[in-house]
């Protein structure tokens, strides 16, 4: 017990040290700063998007009507226009409130409409008949039979229009148009169709697989809520690696290049002891600061987006079936899963500051080989070479992997793993050698 009290105080020492330097507290401060700004840059991003794409205070009754008039302008002024009085008689029949009586309107207005088409739609307008139209959509031969399954199902389970129907229509049609190959997101079409049957099921109008995307890929012209920010807080984990990097990569270089190792080393404390305990600095320096950034950006997205949808579960398919997780644990699997990532670079560090005397040096390979590795790796999977999926630099990010977007065919979680574990030891077994044979 007296023992481990040591080497804590080893390791409380070691934090003391890393603190006071000048560096580290640019690190930290730069650190906070990203906390701090990221969820106002993504609203300020999404602003924007907002803005660009018109999905800002849109008003979609105004937006029908313009539409109806410039149509009829149009109508008027084409005397020889096919169907020109049957297609006249459906403006002045169609609802600009109306999603369905739109729909009507869309349909009456193609060029491949027939007269019986237009005027049935033109009735069923005036009649405010929309299980008409259901059951008449439903029975056409253009009809998709994504678009057919959509209105039978509206009509079987007296599924009407307007605002208390919106929210199950839209997963209605979501299924509908997942039937015909149109998904969102990076689902398959069978596992969208699951989802949605599910949410229409359990009257569940939000959840938040679908926003599960990285930065890149995200859709900033739709308005962003407290999920759509906090679930991509794992793909920045990164930049802590690259803190950690600069931390790790002079943790024992620097005790070389300044001279202070004479002073560590008349201590009653052994050389693997020392090593040990900057090792365990380090990576639970690395675990804080991902701890930190998740704890600041739960009020901080709060703040700028709102706690909406807080609740909204994760919706995965397992064997088959939907299986619904708070997504909050959903959440914390994937920082998990991304902080391996992390702690692989701050071990790489730790390896090449044992083995280098210049700290600058140490930091600086450290970058090259992180850079270096990934790209390597990338090169290695578009040639094929199935032997590449055996370096650490294709398997550090277990989040990427688990979503089925690995590098090599068939590479799993297990396997990353074994050949982290593996490399990990390597790492820490060089580490170890350079430091305990290095002559001061």
Request: one cysteine or more; proline letters at 2%; a negative charge.
């Amino acid at each position: 017990m007296d023992r481990l009290g040591k080497f804590f105080e080893l390791v409380k020492n070691e934090y003391i040290k890393i603190y006071k330097k000048k560096s580290t507290r640019i690190l930290l401060v730069i650190f906070l700063a990203v906390c701090l700004c990221f969820a106002p840059m993504a609203k300020f991003i999404n602003n924007i998007g907002m803005k660009e794409f018109g999905a800002e205070a849109f008003d979609e009754t105004a937006h029908r009507t313009e539409v109806f008039k410039n149509k009829k302008r149009e109508i008027e002024n084409s005397p020889d226009m096919p169907l020109r009085e049957e297609k006249l008689a459906l403006l002045e029949a169609v609802d600009a409130d109306s999603d369905w009586e739109f729909t009507a309107y869309r349909n009456g207005m193609y060029d491949d409409a027939n007269k019986q088409d237009i005027q049935t739609y033109t009735l069923l307008c005036k009649t405010d008949d929309w299980r008409g139209f259901c059951s008449y959509k439903s029975k056409k031969i253009d009809c998709s039979a994504g678009d057919k399954w959509a209105y039978k199902y509206k009509l079987e389970h007296d599924i009407g229009y307007g605002e208390e129907f919106e929210e199950k229509n839209a997963l209605i049609f979501k299924i509908g148009n997942a039937m015909d190959g149109d998904v969102e997101g990076t689902d398959s079409a069978e596992e969208s169709i699951a989802k949605y049957r599910y949410q229409l099921e359990h009257e569940l109008y939000d959840e938040t697989s679908k926003k599960d995307v990285s930065l890149l890929e995200a859709n900033y012209s739709e308005k962003f809520g407290f999920w759509d920010v906090m679930i991509k807080i794992p793909y920045v984990e990164s930049f802590i690696g690259i803190i950690m990097l600069m931390i790790a990569g002079g943790i024992v270089a620097s005790e070389f290049s300044q001279g202070t190792i004479k002073f560590l080393l008349i201590s009653p404390a052994k050389r693997g002891e020392i090593l040990m305990a900057k090792y365990v600095t380090v990576i639970s320096m690395g675990f804080l600061l991902m701890l930190l950034m998740f704890i600041v950006n739960i009020p901080m997205v709060g703040l700028f987006f709102g706690f909406d949808g807080i609740s909204a579960p994760y919706l995965s398919l397992k064997e088959g079936e939907v299986v619904a997780q708070n997504t909050f644990i959903y959440l914390i699997k994937n920082f998990m899963l991304k902080s391996v990532q992390v702690m692989i670079t701050t071990s790489l560090a730790f390896m090449i500051s044992s083995l280098l005397r210049s700290t600058a040096l140490a930091i600086v390979t450290g970058f090259i080989v992180n850079s270096i590795g990934p790209s390597v790796v990338m090169i290695m999977a578009t040639f094929k070479m199935d032997w590449g999926r055996y370096l650490i630099f294709a398997n550090t990010d277990l989040l990427t992997i688990h979503k089925g977007g690995a590098s090599f065919p068939q590479q799993t979680v297990g396997a990353a793993i074994i050949v982290v574990v593996a490399h990990l030891a390597v790492f820490l077994l060089t580490a170890w050698d350079g430091f305990t044979r290095r002559s001061v």
